[in-house]
C-alpha cells in the first residue's frame, strides 16, 4: 500500500516540472540534439542527404590520413556518439555537441560558399549550448 502512495507523490513533481516552460525547452532540445547528430553521423556512411565529403575543407583534408570520405566516416561516429552523449549526460553532451560545431564552422568558414551553413551552424551551437545550461539546471532541480 505505501508503494502506491509512494509512486503517486513521485508523479506529482514530474507532472509539475512537466508543465514548466524552461523544462518543456529543455526536452526538445535534448530530444533533438540527441536525434539530429545520430541521424547525421549515420548519413555520413550513406551520403543520402548530401554529398559529405564536399563539406572538408581541403586544409583538413590534407592532414587528415586516408581519404576526405574515411574522415567522413570518422566525423560519422563522434557525431552519433555526442548524440548518444546528449541523450545519457545532456549537460555534458551539450557542452560535446557545442564544442564539435565550433569545429564545423572553423572549418566551413575556410571553403568558399559554405558561409550560410556555418552560420547556421552558429545558431545550433547557441542551442546546444543552451541545452547544457538548461541540463544543468533541472539537474540540480532533481538533485534536490
Known amino acids: 500500500m505505501s508503494s502506491v502512495t509512494t509512486s503517486t507523490t513521485s508523479a506529482a513533481p514530474r507532472r509539475v516540472m512537466l508543465t514548466d516552460p524552461g523544462y518543456q525547452a529543455f526536452v ?74 565550433a569545429g564545423i564552422i572553423v572549418n566551413l568558414l575556410t571553403i568558399p560558399g559554405h558561409y550560410d551553413v556555418a552560420l547556421r551552424d552558429f545558431g545550433l551551437l547557441l542551442g546546444a549550448v543552451a541545452l547544457a545550461r538548461l541540463a544543468q539546471r533541472y539537474h540540480a532541480k532533481r538533485q534536490r
Open 28 to 101: 526538445i532540445l535534448r530530444i533533438g540534439f540527441t536525434v539530429a547528430p545520430i541521424l547525421f553521423g549515420l548519413d555520413k556512411f550513406a551520403n543520402l542527404l548530401v554529398d559529405w565529403p564536399t563539406y572538408l575543407a581541403p586544409w583538413i583534408d590534407d592532414i587528415v590520413p586516408g581519404s576526405a570520405q574515411a574522415a567522413m566516416y570518422a566525423v560519422g561516429a563522434i557525431e552519433i556518439v555526442a548524440g548518444i552523449a546528449v541523450a545519457l549526460a545532456p549537460r555534458f553532451g551539450g557542452w560535446l555537441v557545442a564544442g564539435w560545431l
